[in-house]
């Protein structure tokens, strides 16, 4: 009796080996050949120089680092990174909640506002990004016309990147918004209610209820969002031209990245600079994990 | 007790206030691109005085960029761009998120950790080597080319993991007890209990093939082989002030998905809300 039982319990753990591996065989061998492979090469290539035609890769050590470390115009884009994140990230979160608190409610409308918030998330940014230009158009554009102002939104070095940012929180509020109404759907209603009893609505129980139950959507978001804005190109190389006198104060790490690698075709330089913006990511993505421990409430 | 109902009355009309102004403000883009598509050149950028309408609503502009630009080999490569990719995503995530979410075996945790890993990592640093790939293999401006990199996916993996260990356990037991085998207890039960996890990544792997733009202009840059995203990028250079047709072109790129989006906004935002919030 024992005997056959083991047995079964055998088969079953060899019929659950083999069919694990098969269902899992595709996805596993696509990391390791797309993914996991490619990061070691990419770290690799950075200890390379490329280009130059005909020398093909040349081993030069930790020159490339070196060389990233002095460079003013990685730093540069590191700070206009930086820049474009600051503004994307908070705005677009603070935005996106209050637009979900209120819209969290029985109101007539909601479906309508709520498509049309996220509207912006379905077009492509190469066409956003088109129609921001033109609105943002210093002779022509809607924005100075309208406002009766005359600001080179897009081409003035010291306001340019925030320009792009403006277009990175419109593009961003409605996903933001979709993530937090389903994180504010998850909240009990007794919770107001009780606090309703307290005395406490409104702004006190978005500051007491909402925020701290709605934490670790918030977290999430937070995290994600400072990832993707750190990795902002679509919007900089579709507004900035290479002719525009900003270019030089809007540039991205990766839009860097970009054009050491398929425009200059300098792979080792542009392998470094993404192993760089690893690294950034990794250390804000680390002291925002330790972060949380202060304010996300895990139940 | 009538003051209360008229301060609600008040913060009613302040919150549809608000509502309206954000609205408004995530339209105007769209409306001053459709009102300037359908302008001349001169009308568009006259100032004194600035035009908000058209005077005569004209077509040059779409008979212009659709003549240019081949509009429905651009429409074509796209589609194809997304059916690949959403076919391999389901796919593979949906047979992967079984076996990480409802099998036990040796080596399932040292696999899963090459899912959470990848998932931590930014995208372009896979982006050099896997152009290289491609470019060996001879297969750059092709189809596959610009499916490559979505050909498996970590971030679906984890969705429909998720999506799988929320179904209830007895379900394989008295699949097992009728005579399933584990392929079977797969196919006939458990995966067809996951539609909603295979739409929600279905529709998040669609939209983000679509707004992808840095791989398309690396692989392919034939003319023949854009998609809608590389070709907006390559038409911005050559059409300067020619705003209309630049307005022209990313109305034409961008109506699709917005149809699609408008008929099916429903499935769209749950979609991205459960696999954006699933993580």
Redesign the interface.
Known sequence: MANTKSKAKTGR?R???L???L??L??????????????F??IY?SFFKTGDFGKGNIFVGLSNYEKVFGDKEVWQALINTLKYAIVEVPFSIA?AL??AV??NRK?K?R??????????????????A???R??F?S??G?IN??FKVHVNWVSSPQIAVFSVAVIGV?SI???NM??F???LQEIPRDYYEAAEIDGATGVNAFFHITIPLLSP?LF?VLV?RV?GA??V??LI??VI?KSNPALSKTQSL?YL??KY??VNKN?GY??TI??L??AI??II?VFQMIGQKKWVFYN | MEGMEARKRMMNVLIHGILIIVSITMLVPFLWMVLTAFKSVTEATSVNPFTIFPKVWRMEAFTAVIDNMNFLLLYKNTLLLIFFRVLFAVLTATMAGYAFGRLTFPGRNLAFSLVLFQMMVPVQIFIIPQYLMVSKMHMLNTIFALVFPGMVTAFGTFLLKQGYMSLPRDLEEAARLDGCNIGQTFLYIMAPLTRSSMVALGIFTAVFAFKDLMWPMIVNTDKEMLVLSSALAKMQGQYVAKFPELMAASLLACIPMIIIYVIFQKQFIEGIATSGGKL
């Open positions: 753990q019929s659950e080996f069919w694990g591996w269902f899992i595709p996805t596993t061998i696509g990391l390791v050949v797309l993914n996991i492979i490619p990061i090469q990419t290539q935005i209050v637009l209120l819209l109101m409308g479906s309508v506002y709520r498509t049309i918030i996220f509207l912006p998330m379905v077009a492509a940014p190469a066409a956003v088109m129609v921001w033109w609105l158009n002779d022509f809607l016309n309208v419109w509020i409605g996903y979709v993530l109404l389903s994180g959507t999430f994600t990832i750190l990795q190109f679509d190389y579709m031209d990766v990245f970009y690698s398929f792979m542009g392998s993404v192993v913006l690893l990511t990794m993505t």
